[in-house]
């Protein structure tokens, strides 16, 4: 059944929502028009009749630029997933008619590498072999755009607010380990402060601007904590290798260090200090030509709760 609100919808509200979305889109009355094939005049005649009907005023106009105004861009922010859901849904019929094929270039971290998007690719390129998929793992925030990547992989607090963003995974936690060996000479800690008294495992990612600040946070408290030690990786594997080891304590991605854990092999600390914060999302500038591979690498890669 359809909702109360759903039933409240007009057919012209659709279609003029539709025309505000594709005006933020371009940022440009001629360049929206253009694209929803209509004239410049009827485009700026729809936005006006919307804001009549709503009785708020959505877009400021000038001679040079048109701009969202405060009311304009919030419901953007709350039409725009529900519209892309529904071209998703559209699409991703279309694409089944077809047999999947092409490129897809894709950048994305170690971890959600390992953790996420082999997993999906294996599954495709197993399942329709006219696709290739070229995966660039790398620290770095790259930007998509001029590097020429059709998607990128990061954790959504992370991501550029131009970017469409779905969500790939559940919530992510940070783990504080070290081998028993290493605590067999020291004294756990019990606050990240105590950080200052051990030899910890550096991590250098080119999106922290050089070696990783820890963050913890516990009852809404956040606390960043600079840490020091013998050894600095660019790779949370070898980070992890090394304080198996008992080389010194380890920062690392909750996931990585669970076999450990279970056997012993490392011991954690300060796991009250690690909660949990939001976790990976494929992010892409626009689905207006959206690829059926790209589509297809979506729906394998979306988070769905339970």
Same mark, same amino acid.
């Given at each position: 059944?359809?909702?109360?609100?759903?039933? %409240?919808?007009?057919?012209?509200?659709?279609?003029?929502?539709?025309?505000?979305?594709?005006?933020?889109q371009e !940022?440009?009355?001629?360049?929206?028009?253009?694209?929803?094939?209509?004239?410049?005049?009827?485009?700026?005649?729809?936005?006006?009749?919307? *804001?009549? #009907?709503?009785?708020?005023?959505?877009?400021? #106009?000038?001679?040079? %630029?048109?701009?969202?105004?405060?009311?304009?861009?919030?419901?953007?922010?709350?039409?725009?997933?529900?519209?892309? *859901?529904?071209?998703?849904?559209?699409?991703?019929?279309?694409?089944?008619?077809?047999?999947?094929?092409?490129?897809?270039?894709?950048?994305?971290?170690?971890?959600?590498?390992?953790?996420?998007?082999?997993? %999906?690719?294996?599954?495709i390129v197993?399942?329709?072999?006219?696709?290739?998929?070229?995966?660039?793992?790398?620290?770095?925030?790259?930007?998509?755009?001029?590097?020429?990547?059709?998607?990128?992989?990061?954790?959504?607090?992370?991501?550029?607010?131009?970017?469409?963003?779905?969500?790939?995974? +559940?919530?992510?936690?940070?783990?504080?380990?070290?081998? +028993?060996?290493?605590?067999?000479?020291?004294?756990? +800690?019990?606050? +990240?402060?105590?950080?200052?008294?051990?030899?910890?495992?550096?991590?250098?990612?080119?999106? %922290?601007?050089?070696?990783?600040?820890?963050?913890?946070?516990?009852?809404?408290? *956040?606390?960043?904590?600079?840490?020091? !030690?013998?050894?600095?990786?660019?790779?949370?594997?070898?980070?992890?290798?090394?304080?198996?080891?008992?080389?010194?304590?380890?920062?690392?991605?909750?996931?990585?260090?669970?076999?450990?854990?279970?056997?012993?092999?490392?011991? #954690?600390?300060?796991?009250?200090?690690?909660?949990?914060? *939001?976790?990976y999302h494929?992010?892409?500038?626009?689905?207006?030509?959206?690829?059926?591979?790209?589509?297809?690498?979506?729906?394998?890669?979306?988070?769905?709760? !339970?």
């Amino acid at each position: 059944m359809y909702s109360t609100e759903a039933k %409240a919808l007009r057919r012209e509200d659709l279609g003029d929502l539709m025309n505000l979305l594709a005006l933020a889109q371009e !940022g440009n009355f001629t360049r929206a028009a253009a694209g929803l094939g209509v004239s410049q005049s009827a485009l700026s005649h729809a936005i006006r009749r919307l *804001e009549e #009907r709503l009785g708020v005023r959505l877009v400021a #106009r000038t001679t040079r %630029a048109v701009a969202l105004t405060g009311a304009g861009e919030r419901l953007i922010e709350a039409i725009g997933p529900a519209f892309a *859901e529904i071209a998703g849904g559209l699409l991703a019929l279309s694409s089944a008619r077809e047999k999947p094929a092409g490129a897809l270039r894709l950048t994305s971290s170690e971890h959600a590498a390992q953790t996420r998007v082999w997993p %999906a690719i294996e599954r495709i390129v197993a399942a329709y072999p006219d696709i290739a998929i070229e995966l660039t793992v790398e620290s770095g925030l790259s930007d998509i755009v001029a590097e020429k990547f059709d998607a990128g992989v990061r954790l959504g607090e992370h991501l550029a607010k131009d970017m469409i963003a779905v969500r790939i995974g +559940p919530p992510l936690r940070m783990a504080a380990v070290a081998a +028993p060996s290493y605590f067999a000479v020291r004294k756990k +800690p019990l606050t +990240p402060h105590d950080l200052s008294d051990h030899d910890c495992i550096n991590l250098r990612l080119v999106t %922290a601007g050089g070696l990783y600040t820890w963050e913890f946070s516990k009852d809404g408290r *956040e606390l960043n904590v600079r840490v020091a !030690g013998q050894l600095t990786f660019n790779r949370a594997s070898f980070a992890l290798q090394a304080a198996r080891e008992g080389r010194g304590l380890g920062f690392l991605m909750e996931d990585m260090a669970a076999r450990d854990l279970a056997d012993g092999s490392l011991v #954690r600390v300060l796991e009250d200090w690690c909660e949990p914060f *939001e976790g990976y999302h494929l992010y892409y500038p626009s689905r207006r030509h959206q690829s059926p591979v790209l589509a297809l690498l979506i729906e394998a890669l979306r988070w769905r709760e !339970g």
